[in-house]
Nanobody, 116 residues
Framework: VQLQACGGGLVQAGASLRLSCAAS????????VGWFRQAPGKEREFVTS??KYLYSVNGRFAISRDNAKNTVYLQMNSLKPEDTAVYYC????????????????WGRGTQVTVSS
């Protein structure tokens, strides 16, 4: 499966953004999909995920899936400057997890910049 993340941009603190992760070459419902982010000079970190069993880990950011569009979304609300990073989506055919090693398929990232 190939993944393409998009939807990033430059926003002010407190704003919202919705990122999309579109899949091709595979059915996204067959995968656990995770979102990660990487800020300059920092390691890539786990944000949230949604399993192929529909269990999702949500906090300030909410993840959802549209099987008809073969796409997973990341709704980000109340953005803060510290949320500035390149955001990546990744897929795993199993249960996924919270580390980069848990995912086999990665898309190119999309830049999110939050100004204060």
């Amino acid at each position: 499966v190939q993944l393409q993340a998009c939807g990033g941009g430059l926003v002010q603190a407190g704003a919202s953004l919705r990122l999309s992760c579109a899949a091709s070459g595979g059915t996204i419902s067959a995968y656990t999909v995770g979102w990660f982010r990487q800020a300059p000079g920092k390691e890539r970190e786990f944000v949230t995920s949604i399993s192929k069993y529909l269990y999702s880990v949500n906090g300030r950011f909410a993840i959802s899936r549209d099987n008809a569009k073969n796409t997973v979304y990341l709704q980000m609300n109340s953005l803060k400057p510290e949320d500035t990073a390149v955001y990546y989506c990744a897929a795993d055919s199993g249960y996924g997890g919270t580390t980069t090693e848990d995912y086999d398929h990665w898309g190119r990232g999309t830049q999110v910049t939050v100004s204060s």
